[in-house]
């Protein structure tokens, strides 16, 4: 018989280093010698007579049959996650660790915050950490594995949703603009300015409106950070549609130069949590959620 013994600490290390794709920081993340992660890669090589790795000094990239067993070796180190986070709910959440994808600033400065202040409230003992990136690299890291639980924007038709929260798209003009003197603004009236784009959790959407309307926005740049495009409205440098609850009358008022004003028609959006597959979430997951839908 073939062999194929494994450790879900050789398959820790392995996953770990397929997505740090650096000795250096894989035995940073993991608090281990850089010597005993390729001890352990070596070993799995060896064990399974592949390659997982190309090596270029520290730095490593996933061979094609890397690619096919990590997609394995995730769904095996997940059920190991729930297996603990079970035994852990039957102790009283004593521990366990909780990995979370969020999008731009609606979830990561306004939602999260809400919901972990409950949640830490109640298992203080629960690890939690916060992945941040695009919408499409939230639903890439839930098909991965990757994240326990991410924030999604409806409809989403991969995954198991829960519904958290509505929110609306707005429309930040300068004041300088005669524009800015309306009571809302159509998206045909926007794409006769130099338009600031956001390229975090909210791009697809704003394309995809201007798709619907047969429209194409006069796109001057595009931003990352919601306080950016901010900042360039404030400057003048052109307008922008992003997510309602990203702003706050707090912030607003560091940018005096900025109107914010209502779509018309009004175009809203709605936020959920999402989960791979509900069946196989853990308690400490399903646990927030619950919390999430109650804030």
Excluded at 106 to 117: K, T
Excluded at 228 to 248: E, F, H, Q, R
Excluded at 273 to 285: E, G
Aim: glycine letters at 4%; a neutral charge; proline letters at 4%.
């Amino acid at each position: 018989m073939d062999r194929v013994a494994m450790t879900f600490t050789q398959l820790t290390i392995f996953a770990m280093l397929a997505e740090q794709k650096s000795f250096t920081v894989t035995a940073q993340r993991l608090q281990i010698s850089q010597s005993a992660i390729s001890h352990a890669i070596k070993g799995l090589e060896q064990d399974w007579s592949v390659t997982l790795f190309y090596r270029n000094h520290n730095e490593v990239e996933l061979t094609e049959s890397g690619i096919r067993l990590l997609v394995h070796v995730k769904e095996i180190l997940n059920i190991s996650n729930v297996l603990k986070q079970e035994i852990s709910d039957i102790q009283g959440f004593h521990s366990g660790t909780l990995r979370i994808g969020s999008f731009g600033a609606s979830s990561s400065n306004v939602l999260i915050p809400l919901i972990l202040e409950k949640f830490s409230l109640k298992y203080p003992n629960i690890e939690v950490f916060i992945k941040e990136g695009t919408d499409k690299d939230i639903t890439q890291w839930i098909h991965d594995r990757t994240i326990d639980v991410g924030f999604v924007v409806l409809p989403e038709e991969r995954f198991d949703t829960f519904p958290v929260i509505e929110d609306i798209f707005v429309a930040l003009i300068p004041k300088s603009y005669a524009r800015s003197q309306q009571s809302a603004v159509r998206l045909d009236e926007l794409v006769e300015h130099p338009f600031l784009m956001t390229s975090a959790g909210s791009q697809n959407h704003v394309t995809e409106m201007f798709r619907k309307a047969n429209l194409s926005p006069k796109i001057k740049c595009y931003f990352s950070q919601i306080l950016t495009i901010i900042n360039m409205v404030n400057n003048g440098a052109g307008v922008s549609i992003v997510a309602d609850m990203a702003l706050n009358k707090e912030l607003m008022t560091l940018f005096p130069n900025v109107q914010k004003l209502p779509l018309s028609p009004n175009i809203k959006r709605s936020i959920s949590l999402a989960v791979k597959n509900k069946k196989q979430m853990s308690p400490i997951t399903q646990a927030f959620i619950d919390i999430a839908q109650m804030v």
